[in-house]
């Protein structure tokens, strides 16, 4: 099946630094998304992006399908962006979504 | 209803005993699965629903592990004879299935969590 691999799988930053994650996928896909997980459990829902930029405030993410990657940026962070981030792919023409491990971030005050 | 509402929110049984539990998508959306996660950990797929067939259950862990769909609406995972191994999170997601078939936006619900003693 398809593989998603995500870097880092740690990350500690200092409240007003910037990061890039990343999540490396195996084979063509159909949907990706970005999810933060709060300490309290709750998934929400950052991007949808199969291919291409989008951006929400802080955040922003870009997606290159043919190379078979996608990246998450986060500037500025807060202390309120601790958690996890999960990159999630489904592969063309199925319905089966896959999770990577996750990049676990704490943001320091 | 506005989002994915899953129940029970905790549940708390004895090892051998069955469990339930539910998820009830948002309007609408014809896609329906269920995830597991662990303390700790990632989520692993467990199953999906195309309306009321699951074309791939190869997720499930045992065969302690069921899922039924109904109208294309409510979902049950049932757990037989629970094992303390079975203690995690149960997250369900719901999704459209877009007009080329490809899946939509995954909206999740807050979770069962299940503690097997």
């Known amino acids: 099946g398809i593989q998603v691999e995500q870097s880092p799988p740690d990350l500690i930053l200092q409240e007003g630094a910037n990061s890039t994650l990343r999540c490396n996928f195996s084979?063509?896909?159909?949907?990706l998304q970005w999810f933060h997980q709060n300490p309290w459990g709750q998934l929400i829902n950052l991007f949808y992006?199969?291919?291409g930029t989008k951006q929400n405030g802080r955040l922003s993410a870009t997606t290159v399908a043919t190379e078979r990657y996608s990246l998450l940026y986060i500037s500025s962070s807060q202390t309120t962006d601790s958690g996890v981030y999960f990159c999630?792919?489904?592969?063309?023409?199925?319905?089966?979504?896959?999770f990577g491990a996750g990049t676990r971030l704490f943001v320091k005050a | 209803g506005a989002g994915v509402s899953q129940s029970p929110s905790n549940k708390v049984t004895e090892k051998g005993k069955d469990v339930e539990l539910r998820c009830d998508p948002i309007?609408?959306?014809?896609?329906l699965y269920w995830y597991r996660q662990s303390l700790g950990q990632g989520l692993e797929f467990l199953i999906y629903?195309?309306?009321?067939?699951?074309?791939?259950k190869s997720g499930l862990p045992s065969d302690r592990f069921s899922a039924e769909r109904t109208g294309g609406s409510v979902s049950t995972l049932t757990i037989q004879r629970t094992q303390q191994e079975d203690s995690a999170v149960y997250l369900c997601?719901?999704?459209?299935?877009?007009?080329?078939?490809?899946?939509?936006?995954?909206?999740f619900g807050e979770g069962s969590r299940l503690t097997v003693l």
């Open positions: 997601a719901s999704s459209l299935v877009l007009r080329d078939l490809n899946t939509g936006e995954l909206f």
């Open positions: 084979d063509s896909v159909n949907n």
């Open positions: 992006i199969p291919s």
């Open positions: 999630a792919v489904g592969r063309a023409g199925g319905f089966k979504t896959i």
């Open positions: 309007s609408g959306h014809t896609a």
């Open positions: 629903f195309q309306g009321n067939s699951a074309p791939d």
